[in-house]
T-cell receptor
Framework: KAGVTQTPRYLIKTRGQQVTLSCSPISGHRSVSWYQQTPGQGLQFLFEYFSETQRNKGNFPGRFSGRQFSNSRSEMNVSTLELGDSALYLC????????????FGPGTRLLVL | SQQGEEDPQALSIQEGENATMNCSYKTSINNLQWYRQNSGRGLVHLILIRSNEREKHSGRLRVTLDTSKKSSSLLITASRAADTASYFCATDDNTDKLIFGTGTRLQVFP
C-alpha cells in the first residue's frame, strides 16, 4: 500500500496570503489528523477528521481550518498567514477510530515571508 | 502546556552503545507511543505501550512505562548510525489526539 502523501512538499508564501495543504491517507484509512511542528512549540495537534466530520480540534485560531472529502482525502487551510505559521505541517491517517497507531506523511514545509 | 517533556534533549553515542531516552507526561493516559523522525521528515511509529503494561520489547527497542510517576523510557540497544534521528514520545489520553513530547535528538557516530 502506498503511504500517506502530502502536497505540496514545500511552499513559500507571504504574510496575509492564504494557503491550502493536501493530504491523501493510506488507502482504506478513514481518519486524518493534522499536526504543526515548529522549533519553538514542537508538535501540536491541529484537528482530526473522520467520515468528513471534524472530531477534535487543537488550540489554534480560527484561521486554521480543514475539511475531509468522501474519499477521505483532507485539506487544511490557513488564512491571513503570519510569520509564526512557518512550520512543518504533518498529516497522519489511521484506519479507524479504534486504531491507536497513526501513520504520518512526509509533511509540507511552509515558509511565510 | 500539555506537552510532555523528554530528556535528554540531545544524546551522542558511538555505534554499538545503548541509548536511553526518557519521557514524562502530565495526564492519565490510555497508551504511550514512541515515534522516530529523520531530519524534518514525517514520523515513523516505533512502539506502543498501554497503560496497563509495564514493559514492551520490539527488536532492539525496549520501552518501560511507570504510570505512578507518569514517565516512560525508550532503550535502543546496540545502536547503529542509521538510528540517528529525533525520537518523540506521544500520549493518548482518550481524547483521540496525540500529545507529543519535546523530543530527543540522537546522534550515533560510526
Amino acid at each position: 500500500k502506498a503511504g500517506v502523501t502530502q502536497t505540496p512538499r514545500y511552499l513559500i508564501k507571504t504574510r496575509g496570503q492564504q494557503v491550502t495543504l493536501s493530504c491523501s491517507p493510506i488507502s482504506g484509512h478513514r481518519s486524518v489528523s493534522w499536526y504543526q511542528q515548529t522549533p519553538g512549540q514542537g508538535l501540536q495537534f491541529l484537528f482530526e477528521y473522520f467520515s468528513e466530520t471534524q472530531r477534535n480540534k487543537g488550540n489554534f485560531p480560527g484561521r486554521f481550518s480543514g475539511r475531509q472529502f468522501s474519499n477521505s482525502r483532507s485539506e487544511m487551510n490557513v488564512s491571513t498567514l503570519e510569520l509564526g505559521d512557518s512550520a512543518l505541517y504533518l498529516c497522519a491517517s489511521r484506519a479507524s477510530l479504534a486504531q491507536e497507531t497513526q501513520y504520518f506523511g512526509p509533511g509540507t514545509r511552509l515558509l511565510v515571508l | 502546556s500539555q506537552q510532555g517533556e523528554e530528556d535528554p534533549q540531545a544524546l551522542s553515542i558511538q555505534e554499538g552503545e545503548n541509548a536511553t531516552m526518557n519521557c514524562s507526561y502530565k495526564t492519565s493516559i490510555n497508551n504511550l507511543q514512541w515515534y522516530r523522525q529523520n531530519s524534518g521528515r514525517g514520523l515513523v511509529h516505533l512502539i506502543l505501550i498501554r497503560s496497563n503494561e509495564r514493559e514492551k520489547h520490539s527488536g532492539r527497542l525496549r520501552v518501560t512505562l511507570d504510570t505512578s510517576k507518569k514517565s516512560s523510557s525508550l532503550l535502543i540497544t546496540a545502536s547503529r548510525a542509521a538510528d540517528t534521528a529525533s525520537y518523540f514520545c506521544a500520549t493518548d489520553d482518550n481524547t483521540d489526539k496525540l500529545i507529543f513530547g519535546t523530543g530527543t535528538r540522537l546522534q550515533v557516530f560510526p
